[in-house]
């Protein structure tokens, strides 16, 4: 059939519309540059990358590593004890979130739980486990008595990371669990199950899939976590670490590129099944709303003893994020009390540079926010509202960054980048500079604030901005009027959230970052490395109260300026 | 008040779809043509799925036809976006944008297009005026009723003076008594207006009262066009004549022409039916009965048996089973009459004039 005429029409009306094909133009050579690239040159340096035209000689020399062998299995394993520990407490927490009557503070205590990793830096957790655990551990050693606790190693990483990983299982759990109609179990309550019962037989099949896909993202998270593993794995070495130290330590990049590509494919298998099996399942069983509100259960016998315990759980997580700030106030961490003081904060900035690493920081950060939030609205918009031909070139390779590692992604960089396109010296300006960490930065918070983008535009209708393009806005017009104003709200978070990711972020960051640029990130690591815990503490501390304070800003600022909640309430 | 009134045509219009379960290509418009009077109201009415929306996004520049070519006042316009068409269209959804008053949504087209202040606010507050919002300019569009809305995206098109004026279902939202009188307001303003307005609906009672030509689409293609008489009355197939109000079937063969009228044997029984003129003698051919013509009697053509038997106010409604063909009568104003009840046997029976074949 003639459909040729149709497309040939729309390729003429996109045409007309010179913004729109600039925009896209220019997306796609970003994504292709940025995302696409950097990864098809780890693949070209481990299969040509000895020298003798294609062969695997690279992946089997890295295979033949007893320590790299060891990383893929310490890897997984971890991946897999996070991947199920968190969901399980996450679940929990949503259940009883969700299910049962909670008093208020319990239910604060849920909310300060789930927003911590958010604004905390990656590796907070670990240095508070250090701190409460370790050697001279406050607990292990004044508490308990205990000399010579190793926290360092698998044990480690698992509780840090579960602690770390959990919230996010529990925020998602909650959205699902919300979404199942309670006539459901009220049905089956009526022809006589028992709470237990009902679980089992009914809420329980039905978020299968959630769990599902609540055990792959964080599966996801741990494999590529850097941060973590990097400050208390101690000799237990992931691939991530391991990566990183065949780079800053063995020199030997082509053999971190095949390190990096199997790491990719680890993560990409990963995605894969979440992305294209388990969502739409998910979506299949819980397709309705809630037809009304929940009759939560009241039942001391079951209320008492689960808010008692998610509380305790959540305070202890609260207590590890408050040990940071209180370690840095400590004169000597494990040794000297008190009186507290605010020595290590000044030797912050006196000893250590620290208001250039605050400012690189920030400065780079800032400048990374609004390109992202940008970037991800226009993308959402596209992606959403248009149709065009490279559309679905767009959607996938800015989905497909979320499933990339910061370690990969930063050996692609260095491989990609340090000798310029395909080391032809063209664009060799870029690496070492600003502008490729601030690349780095956009391209590792893209997908949140795409998929933040997508969900909010989902929810518009279609017809509002045809109106105005009937009336006589062109695209640009359309989305600059009517689009970007209707999803203000998530736009300034995105613009935020990209903030928060991009001043917290060290896993690609790292590999990139020359000694003319001080990243707080860095620096942290660095300290923790070294067992300057108390510095390390002091410039976390700054670096939370940033992220915090924009935080509260942005939620000042919604509260007062966000006009898409106005038009919401009176619906 | 329209700068000029501007006709439609379509030449040989197209539109393919793809069924996004079997991926197999179908056409959701198949060779279309039709023309757009200037300054007339046309409906384009079917089921759903017929091809009616397809047909007035393809207007409006939404969709790009794959076959044929729309013309606007004699322009070619397939190529243009829909900004740039002499179009307006008012949205099933009223598509109003949430984050700006009344005001600014009436006066949105006026600034793209760089009229300076004084002009658009003259221009929105008669518009305003004109569909009886006069006083709500400032009101933000979530503080209005359903029917308020309509009336602002009827005013926010209209203060275009668009060429054509496109209505997607604009009332299928709004409750029965409000769809009412919104449609006879709506065909007041047109008038006044004096635009070309093309209007798709499902709702064939809506059609009938609003326009000067009824264009009835069925499976991508027009099935019948003509005044809303002319489609009643002489309905061209089983689907118009079932789309279009009630309507009884009788399947018979032509015995032969009368004087003009058409004498129809039914199973044996000779009928007389006066528009008769397309069918040839001896060909099968199918009596169209409106329930309102339709007679029952204790004398008629044929025997039938009364199943159902129902008081309406207005008419006394009857189902009745000839054979196994169900029949549909109306009688209107009952009161006096005959009123057979369920399980009775009667006679139907009708005036020449008021049955026709197809």
Known sequence: MATAQGAALDRKKLMADPIMVTTIVVLITFLTLFILYPLAILLIDSLYG?????????????????????????????????????TLIGLLFAYVEVYVKMNRFAGGLFKLVSMLPVVSPPFVLSLSMIMLFGRSGLITRFLLGIYD???????????????????????????????????????ARDMGASRWKVFTDVTFPLMLPGLGNAFLVTFIESIADFANPMIIGGSYDTLATTIYLQITGAMDKVGAAAMAVVLLCITLAMFAVQKFYLESKTAATLTGKASRARMLIEDKSVTIPLTI????????????????????????????????????????FSKYKGLKAFRDSFVLSLIASPITALLSMII??????????????????????????????????????????????????LYGTGAILIIVFVVRSLPTGTRSGISALRQIDKSIEESAYDMGADSFKVFMTVTLPLIKDSFLSGLVTAFVRSITAISAIILLVTPSYLLITVQINEFAEKGAFSIACAFATILILITYGSVLLMNLVMKFFGTSRKIKEDE | MAKEKKGVRLEHISKI???????KDFYAVHDTSLEIE??????????????????????????????????????????????????????????????????????????????????????VMDILKLVGLEGMEARMTNQLSGGQQQRVALARALVLEPGVLLFDEPLSNLDAKLRVSMRTEIRRIQQEAGITAVYVTHDQSEAMALSDKIIIMEKGVVSQMGSPQEIYYHPKNEFVADFIGDANFLKGRMSRHEGGDGIVSIGGTEVR???????????DTTVVL???????????????????????????????????????IHEYNPKGKKIYAMGDTAYIGFEPGNAHCI
């Open chain 2, 273 to 283: 039916v006066a528009a008769a003129e397309g069918v040839a003698d001896g060909a």
């Open chain 2, 17 to 23: 779809y793809q069924d996004p379960k079997t991926h």
């Open chain 2, 38 to 123: 200037p300054g007339s109201f046309v409906t384009l009415l079917g089921p759903s799925g017929c091809g009616k929306t397809t047909t007035l996004r393809m207007i409006a520049g939404f969709e790009s036809p794959d076959e044929g070519e729309i013309y606007l006042g004699g322009e070619p316009i397939n190529a243009l976006t829909p900004n740039k068409r002499d179009t307006a269209m008012v949205f099933q959804s009223y598509a109003l944008l949430p984050h700006y008053n009344i005001f600014d949504n009436v006066a949105y087209g006026l600034k793209l297009r760089k009229l300076d202040k004084e002009t658009i606010r003259t221009k």
């Open chain 1, 309 to 348: 315990l998610c509380s305790l759980g959540a305070l202890f997580v609260i207590v590890m994020y408050i040990c940071v700030p209180i370690g840095a106030l400590f004169p000597t961490w494990g040794y000297k009390f008190t009186p507290l003081t605010f020595k290590w904060f000044g030797q912050v």
């Open chain 1, 149 to 187: 606790n190793n926290v360092y190693g698998y044990w480690g990483i698992v509780i840090v990371q579960t602690l770390t990983f959990f919230p996010v299982c529990y925020m998602m759990l909650k959205g699902l669990l919300k979404n199942i109609d309670p006539s459901l179990e009220e049905a």
């Open chain 2, 290 to 328: 409106r329930p309102e013509s339709t007679v029952l009697a204790d004398k008629g053509y044929f025997p039938v048996k009364v199943v159902v038997s129902s008081f309406m106010g207005a008419y006394q409604l009857y189902h009745v089973m000839l054979g196994e063909t169900k029949l549909i």
């Open chain 1, 380 to 429: 959402s918009y596209l992606v959403v509202k248009r149709k065009f031909k490279a559309k679905g070139f767009i959607e996938a390779v800015s989905m497909l960054a979320m499933a990339v590692p910061g370690t990969v992604l930063g050996v692609g960089y260095i491989r990609g980048f340090s000798g310029g396109l395909f080391r032809t010296g063209f664009l060799q300006g």
């Open chain 1, 50 to 86: 000895d020298g003798n035209g294609l062969s695997l000689s690279v992946f089997k020399r890295v295979l033949a590593m007893p320590t790299f062998t060891r990383a893929i299995g310490n890897t997984l394993k971890i991946g897999f004890v996070v991947g199920i520990l968190s």
